[in-house]
């Protein structure tokens, strides 16, 4: 079993390296000219300078060395907890992230609370109720949550609850109730998604012989659906959880835009405005963390919830 | 961004079903395959809704190709006495700050729109198509070796990608197509790859082996037709998410330039007067949902059309 | 008594689209009380959905547009969820059909006996007691051991005691048993039914069994009622059916069931003598093959084939026989080419094939061709049936475009189908026809050899004799070898000359069938033999003729 642990753990780090060296390979080799579109973040015309002074600047952000040195050091950096200098703001991007990251954190746990409650209740009244016109309602809601753009859904709900009733704040980042909007804005989309997924898992469940079993001893339906579908429904489930939690951090960038809430959604969204590349980076690695380690929780959980599986050998594949 | 759901492989038909469905062969026309087209074409010219969201679907498509068949208005020529007006007759969508009429501007941002899609979906289709079935179709090493790939694609969140691609490639209609296209590939070459796996071991694929079909045969002839049906149905799913992406990607301000708009980008100017001309954003935004509910619903009725 | 139910005219259809397919048409039934009754039929002939509507859980999709079924008192029909809840459990009591998935994977044996044990009314420490009672009751030893596993760790055999206990759980009076062990091997089967019968004989318990077997019917019940296409066709005692069937329908399931046919004895097609068995140069031969698969994972392996001798003479059919997981699958496979041996050698006329590659092997697969055991599966759904039948043709580029249609026409009409088939979908096929079809596609190359893997087990009884009867005649009529595998005994004896019994993986047993079927050496064939429904019901209508005369 513990070694089945430090297997996964040790192939989580390595989709994280991989997912970092991918992420520095589009920001690095992928512009025409990486060292024009860096020093335009600091607000350096390139064409403009003189060969002497060009080569000063790319020396002091470290773009005269070559890319796999810069990715080296990069790594390395990474790997001690310094994810490097922003260009546009002349700060170290860790100082950039530390500022930012409690009001993100905050709206995605309010968000994540709303996403389970809002999806898992949805996709169980869908399949427990049994009037048709109903039944079909609830199980249409998911598609229509998903298919508006999120800025939109957010512009209604400041149209709606700010200005029209005036129950909330339309937009900033002090106190809990800024903090109602946005993450309903962002649970719409996330309980959609996971209720889409249950219900489908509900189906399955629920057509299952043992439930046939269940019910002909007598058990009522409420009892069937609450005792014998919902675990089983719900673990299956449990793996689009790291999925969620990646919709979560890039509806922060879209949603902290539109509420003007300074958070680290905010930050990417400046820093590919001033395509500040050592910012970028950052940012896009630690949402692959975050993935990554909710992946690695859910897997490591997985066994526990499920007696079936004792120990998980790869059989997938 | 949605992320699509990989759709459920065909059930095997209980033995109750097929008893069902036996006992309905006997009176049921002899069809082949023409009659078996022309017959599911008949069972969805039946559902409204469906006929509905196709509509809309054609709709849009046209308007992106001759928007003029559609209003007479100019989409950049400003009218600063007809600014802001509320939806009328005239102005069916209002009109915007610079009194530009907003039916005319939606009409005109389809071309950008579905240009875009189209970009990012032919990404999709070919890269994802040709990695699913390379992985499912050959297994051992180049699988291992592909999905890992795919894998960490997965691990970062698609527009957190498709921000890192437009960063460096600059801003404008085609890179945010290409950054969203990219950002789809890895879940259309796992359901390719699902599918073909799925089929490849099927009885009558084994049974095409031992007729003396050679892989390539079996590929082209049985795997490929047999499951493009959850491809297709998550490429019509694929084409809403490019759209919302798209249009996410122009409201956060990395699309075409002005005067040129978007739809995204529409949606977006109007955000400044939603106290005193809500319409500006609002209906943009509900035409954007109508068009991406519809492809979802699409979506849909095929895939229970391939149950 | 009033017996404890009564149907009457009872008609249900299923809805598909805009039109409903009618699956039980005007059926009367009584079942009395401590009554053993069996509801044969087969697939499509309704048994199932009387099952379901006696105890209320018929699919949304079940229209029930007429009749009355009364239990115990209490009228089924249109009754209120809350009345049919009262129903189940307490009075009806039910076996479901496949024991694999018929418990909670994720709860404890226990929990699940326990919710059957409350619905009587029992609680607290008593409800434990109940829970052991019952599984003691349903035959398993260590029931307390049992109770605190999940059922995945259990063999289907004690699954399925573990239905049986959730069953006799709630006290019911009545139990409903659908097809309780079709999907067990045929020694468990027996074991399991005798259990079952012994426990409702004893106390004085209902018992509605359901099955497609007239045999196991007729084996365990105090009447037979024969379904067909909804409708009751006959019914009486076992032993009345069985000496004197008045319809043509339940004559034709009494040939096709061995137990009952030929009084308990399975009477081989062909004799042959011992020095016959032998031939000096047959079609295929496998010489002590061995198939190792390795475990993922786990780092182990698996020995799927044994030290396997097979061979296969010219013109003569060559049965495997086995249960589930014997190694029979594995043996076919790798007479195909499409798996490698781990050791031995295979030899296909004359030729070692066993370390050839695929495009070696490419010209000899004209010689040996594959009858799929699922006509269901093995049909691509989107080939008309010309091209699946001239797909070998194709792929060996045998003949043009007309040759290869007159030969689609030829082949269909050795199978007995029209030509007007031709550009059917298998969609638009039954499942008879289906695997007609696939014979037709594996002779199109005129090969040698054709491996049959259960071809008529997924067919209900009437359409296996026309299969068997169409594979005889043309093996007399193209001079065919058969490599055949099944699990059912009968059915090897109706067309095969020589057998080789398998079991885990290994050759117990092997010669002529009238030689290993009339007097088995191994004990696992005698096992085998033994299990075969049908025979006591046939020992009791032969005695009792014997009586009358």
């Not at chain 3, 039980?24 to 009584?30: M, S, Y």
């Not at chain 3, 002590?288 to 182990?300: E, F, H, I, L, T």
């Amino acid at each position: 079993m513990s070694r089945y642990i430090l297997g996964r753990a040790a192939q989580a780090v390595v989709v994280l390296w991989a997912a970092y060296t991918l992420t520095f390979v589009v920001l690095y080799l992928l512009p025409s000219d990486p060292v024009a579109l860096q020093l335009g973040a600091a607000g350096i015309e390139t064409d403009k300078l003189s060969p002497v002074q060009l080569q000063a600047a790319m020396a002091k952000y470290g773009l005269d060395r070559p890319v796999l040195e810069q990715y080296l050091s990069s790594l390395w950096g990474a790997l001690h907890g310094d994810l490097g200098t922003s260009i546009a703001k002349q700060r170290p991007v860790t100082a950039l992230l530390g500022e930012r990251i409690g009001s993100t954190v905050a709206l995605g746990a309010v968000a994540g609370v709303l996403m389970l409650v809002g999806g898992t209740v949805l996709a169980y009244l869908a399949s427990y109720v049994r009037w048709r016109p109903a039944r079909i309602l609830l199980t249409r809601l998911p598609s229509v949550g998903a298919s508006f753009p999120q800025f939109f859904i957010g512009l209604l709900l400041i149209q709606l609850f700010a200005f029209t009733l005036g129950w909330l704040p339309a937009t900033g980042s002090d106190g809990f109730s800024s903090l109602i909007l946005p993450a309903l804005t962002i649970s719409l989309l996330t309980s959609s998604l996971l209720a889409q997924v249950l219900m489908r898992s509900f189906d399955d469940t629920l057509s299952q012989a043992y439930i046939v079993t269940a019910r002909a001893k007598g058990l009522s339906r409420a009892a069937v659906q609450w005792k014998h579908a919902f675990r089983n429904a719900a673990l299956p489930a449990m793996t689009i959880l790291g999925v969620i939690v990646g919709l979560t951090v890039t509806s922060a960038i879209v949603v902290e835009t539109v509420f003007a809430r300074n958070g680290v959604g905010k930050l990417a969204q400046e820093s590919v405005v001033a395509q500040d590349v050592p910012v970028v980076l950052a940012i896009v690695a630690l949402a692959a963390a975050v993935f990554v380690v909710v992946n690695l929780v859910v897997d490591l959980l997985y066994p526990l919830l499920d007696p079936r599986i004792v120990h998980v050998p790869k059989v997938s594949r | 961004m949605t992320v699509p759901i990989p759709p459920a492989g065909q059930p095997v038909p209980s033995g109750l079903d097929r008893a069902v469905e036996e006992s309905l062969l006997d009176d049921a026309p002899v069809v082949g395959r023409r009659g078996n087209t022309v017959r599911t074409l008949k069972r969805l010219g039946r559902k409204p809704g469906f006929v509905l969201a196709l509509v809309l679907i054609v709709f849009v498509v046209l308007t992106a190709f001759v928007p003029s068949w559609f209003t007479g208005f100019d989409p950049t020529a400003t009218s600063p006495k007809d600014r802001l007006l509320s939806p009328s007759l005239t102005h069916p969508f209002g009109t915007d700050d610079l009194g530009r009429d907003l039916w005319t501007r939606m009409l005109h941002g389809s071309a950008l729109t579905i240009k875009a899609t189209l970009i990012a979906l032919s990404i999709a289709i070919v890269a994802g198509l040709t990695l699913g079935v390379v992985s499912g179709f050959f297994g051992g090493l180049v699988d291992v070796v592909l999905m890992r790939f795919v894998d960490v694609l997965l691990a970062v969140p698609s527009l957190l990608f498709a921000l890192a691609i437009v960063t460096a490639l600059g801003f404008g209609t085609v890179p945010v197509a290409i950054a969203v296209g990219v950002g789809i590939v890895p879940g259309f070459a796992r359901t390719t790859r699902a599918e073909v796996l799925r089929v490849k071991t099927l009885p009558y694929v084994e049974a095409a082996r031992a007729g003396g079909a050679s892989w390539l045969r079996v590929l082209v002839r049985h795997v490929l037709p047999n499951s493009w049906g959850p491809v297709l149905v998550l490429a019509v799913l694929d084409t809403g998410v490019a759209i919302i992406a798209i249009a996410s990607l122009s409201f956060l301000g990395f699309g075409a330039a002005p005067p040129a708009a978007e739809w995204g980008t529409l949606i977006s100017n109007g955000r400044n007067f939603l106290i005193t001309a809500p319409w500006v954003s609002l209906l943009p935004g509900l035409f954007v949902g109508a068009v991406v509910l519809s492809l979802n619903h699409l979506s849909k009725t095929l895939q229970e059309l391939g149950r | 008594m009033s017996p404890l139910v009564t149907i009457n005219d009872l008609h249900v259809g299923y809805a598909r689209g805009d039109r409903v397919a009618p699956a039980v048409r005007g059926v009367d039934l009584t079942i009395g009380r401590g009554e053993i009754v069996a509801l044969v039929g087969e697939s499509g002939s309704g048994k199932t959905t009387v099952a379901n509507t006696v105890i209320g859980l018929l699919p949304d999709s079940a229209l029930i547009s007429g009749g009355s079924v009364v239990v115990d008192g209490v009228e089924v029909v249109g009754a209120k969820e809350r009345a049919l809840r009262a129903l189940r459990g307490s009075v009806i009591g039910l076996v479901p059909q496949d024991p694999m998935v018929g418990l909670n994977p994720t709860h404890r044996i226990g929990r699940q006996v326990a919710e059957a044990v409350r619905r009587r009314g029992v609680s607290g420490p008593q409800v434990d007691l109940g829970v052991i009672e019952a599984l003691e009751q349903a035959g398993i030893d260590d029931a307390v051991l049992r109770a605190r596993q999940f059922p995945h760790e259990l063999s289907g055999g004690l699954r399925q005691r573990v239905l049986i206990a959730i069953a006799l759980a709630g006290r019911p009076r009545l139990i409903i048993a659908d097809e309780p062990t079709s999907a067990l091997d045929v020694t468990v089967q027996s074991r399991i039914l005798d259990h079952l019968e012994g426990l409702v004989r004893e106390s004085g318990t209902s018992l509605l069994i359901i099955t497609h077997d007239l045999a196991v019917a007729a084996d365990r019940s105090d009447r037979v009622v024969v379904l067909q296409d909804g409708q009751i066709v006959e019914q009486g005692r076992p032993a009345d059916i069985l000496v004197s069937p008045e319809q043509d329908y339940t004559k034709r399931l009494i040939a096709a069931a061995p137990g009952l046919a030929h009084g308990g004895r399975i009477v081989p097609r062909f004799e042959l003598a011992p020095d016959q068995v032998a031939t000096a140069d047959p079609v295929i031969r496998l010489e002590s093959v061995s198939k190792r698969y390795a475990v993922p994972g786990a780092g182990g392996s698996f020995l799927a084939l044994d030290d396997v001798s097979v061979e296969v003479a010219r013109g003569r059919t060559h049965a495997l026989v086995g249960e589930s997981g014997s190694g029979k699958t594995t043996t076919l496979r790798l007479a195909l080419g499409l798996e490698k041996a781990t050791s031995g050698r295979v030899v296909l006329d004359d030729v070692d094939i066993t370390d050839l590659g695929w495009k070696q092997t490419r010209p000899l697969r004209r010689k040996i061709q594959l009858v799929h055991q699922n006509p269901y599966a093995s049909l691509d759904p989107r080939f008309t049936i010309r091209q699946s039948i001239t797909e070998p043709l194709v792929s060996f580029k045998v003949g043009d475009r007309r040759s290869r249609a007159a030969r689609a026409t030829e082949l269909l009409d050795q199978v007995a189908l029209p030509a007007s088939y031709l550009d059917r979908l298998p969609s638009e096929l039954s499942g008879g026809q289906r695997q007609r079809v696939a014979i037709a596609r594996a002779l199109a190359l005129e090969p040698g050899l054709v491996l049959l893997d259960e071809p008529v087990s997924a067919l209900d009884v009437s359409v296996q004799e026309q299969i068997l009867a169409l594979l005889s005649e043309l093996q007399e009529r193209l001079g065919l070898s058969y490599l055949f595998i099944s699990h059912d005994l009968a059915v090897v004896a109706q067309v095969s000359h020589t057998v080789s019994v398998l079991n885990r993986g290994r050759v117990v047993e092997s010669g002529s069938v009238a030689h290993v079927f009339g007097s088995p050496q191994s004990e696992y064939t005698q096992e085998l033999i033994a299990a075969i429904p049908g025979q006591r019901a046939e020992a009791v209508a032969r005695s009792r003729e014997l009586v009358h005369d």
